[in-house]
């Protein structure tokens, strides 16, 4: 079997300690609200997926790493050895995006974005088109090409990791480029470092995932907006190739700064939405998706973000505050298999389909690839539904109702607040850890939300809130008991 490129090598220096844990499984607790169900693939399929994408006929498509493209019968049976795979296309490069357009099905593979069409209806492509393959590649083996579905105006989204983990050696390395649906490309933003996911949120705004590393402390999501600037300042090289089309270029960073005072000093740059702390909810984020049926649990509109090397999906609630995304990130479930990388809510809510690799990146799922799929058993888990940023704090609801004296008993909760130094070195330890006071304002008439005063509030840092002592009116602990809300802005009022 050929050698395969490996992703992130260098990211294993700083991911150790989490790989040396045993495997990690399913948490009994977790499975009472959400079942992990494997599939089992025939001999000749190597699940190691890269992306996963639902067909009008009612199959799911997935694309692996090593540039396969799978279809799969009955994947919502309830009996998943009646799961029948067919080998759909072959030949590719790494596929680390999908999307079903038009009766074409759109691949994003390292050197282009294709489209692919079953013309005789035998179940295999047999009609393979260029779209655009307008960036570049040098061979190195970081130069991953992860694609979108389709926005609004049917583009899609390409979010280009760098030439390795430093630099970014041929143009739109370390960019975002927009493919229209006449194929024409467009860049719309630099300074991504190493991206693991790219797709819209559920107001068609578009983000994508940065993974930790030079010139980010800490993983994060990011908002990509047209003409913005992620942070990276070697991409800045290739700016002039937009002849105008972005403005002005943004400032190069400043070593050893914060985010918080690079946002005064560079305008163009835009600041993480969801800081996922390092080392806390995982490693390396990759793909994400929601639910908008309400058939998933509780929280409709909410993003399920996967982590490759911690084999686990996070629950992020995003909000807008003066104008700047930002929001908090739970724990949601652990137990994968595999490092999940590939991740598809199915079009009813009722399914969301993962599945990965522990290839490069390593992962803490035990196995070299899965294919798996996440249901909801109707059970509503006791857990913090949303965080919201108010002028002197926070505004938590829940799930279920809340035991009042618990609620109210300042000590049932505690909290840091920290950030990262913005440096050209890899990583970095938290920075400028703040613990503040919290006083409990009020609890809500429904019993299901708490009004907390936090001071100080610091821009800036990500807050991490502990609600060990909260209490269901039921007696039961949270499922999840910690919250991490990133906090760019303080509203007004």
Not at 253 to 260: C, F, G, P, Q, V
Not at 261 to 270: F, G, H, I, L, T
Not at 314 to 332: D, H, L, M, S
Not at 353 to 361: A, K
Request: proline share 7%; aromatic share 10%; hydrophobic share 35%.
């Amino acid at each position: 079997m050929p050698r395969l490129s490996f992703h992130l090598t260098a990211l294993l220096l700083t991911t150790c300690g989490l790989l040396t844990h045993a495997r990690t499984l399913p948490n009994p607790k977790e499975a009472e609200y959400y079942k992990i169900e494997s599939f089992t693939p025939p001999p000749d399929c190597v699940p190691e997926v890269g992306s996963i994408e639902l067909m009008p006929n009612g199959k799911v498509v997935f694309g692996t790493r090593r540039g396969e493209i799978w279809t799969v019968e009955n994947a919502f049976d309830p009996d998943v050895t009646k799961a029948k795979f067919t080998k759909f296309a072959e030949g590719l490069h790494e596929i680390l995006g999908l999307a079903w357009k038009d009766g074409w099905l759109y691949v994003t593979q390292r050197p282009e974005l294709s489209r692919l069409k079953d013309k005789d209806g035998d179940g295999r492509a047999d009609i393979f088109e260029t779209v655009n393959a307008g960036w570049n590649i040098t061979g190195n083996y970081h130069e991953y090409a992860f694609g979108s579905r389709p926005d609004k105006q049917g583009n899609i989204w390409i979010a280009l990791c760098l030439t390795g983990s430093y630099n970014s050696d041929a143009p739109w390395r370390g960019w975002c480029l927009r493919i229209s649906p006449d194929g024409k490309m467009q860049p719309v933003a630099a300074g991504l470092r190493s991206p693991g996911g790219i797709g819209l949120i559920p107001d068609g705004e578009v983000f994508y995932d940065d993974n930790q590393g030079v010139w980010n402390g800490s993983s994060s999501l990011k908002h990509l907006k047209v003409g913005s600037f992620q942070g990276h300042p070697d991409t800045l090289k290739w700016w002039d190739l937009t002849n105008g089309a972005l403005g002005e270029k943004p400032l190069a960073s400043a070593n050893k700064t914060r985010i918080e005072a690079e946002r005064k000093r560079n305008p163009k740059y835009v600041p993480p939405a969801i800081v996922l702390p390092h080392g806390h909810v995982g490693n390396s984020p990759t793909a994400w998706d929601w639910d908008e049926s309400g058939k998933f649990g509780p929280f409709t509109k909410q993003l399920f973000i996967a982590d490759q090397t911690a084999s686990v999906l996070n629950r992020v609630f995003i909000e807008k505050i003066n104008g700047v995304y930002q929001g908090a990130c739970f724990p949601f479930l652990i137990g994968l298999r595999s490092g999940p990388i590939g991740v598809r809510m199915s079009g009813d809510g009722t399914t969301l389909f993962v599945g990965g690799s522990d290839r490069g990146w390593g992962s803490r799922g035990g196995h070299p690839d899965a294919f798996e799929r996440v249901r909801w058993t109707g059970k509503v888990p006791f857990e913090i539904h949303e965080m919201r940023a108010r002028p002197d704090g926070f505004e938590l609801t829940f799930t279920l109702p809340i035991d009042l004296e618990t609620a109210k008993n300042p000590a049932s909760y505690a909290a840091r607040e920290y950030t990262w130094a913005w440096r050209e070195e890899y990583g970095g330890p938290e920075v400028d850890e703040v613990i503040p006071k919290i006083e409990v304002l009020s609890v809500g008439k429904d019993a299901k939300s708490v009004r907390l005063k936090v001071t100080p509030l610091t821009q800036g840092h990500v807050h991490e809130l502990h609600l060990n002592g909260v209490r269901s009116k039921s007696g039961d602990e949270l499922l999840h008991k910690k919250a991490y809300y990133t906090l760019n802005e303080i509203p007004k009022m």
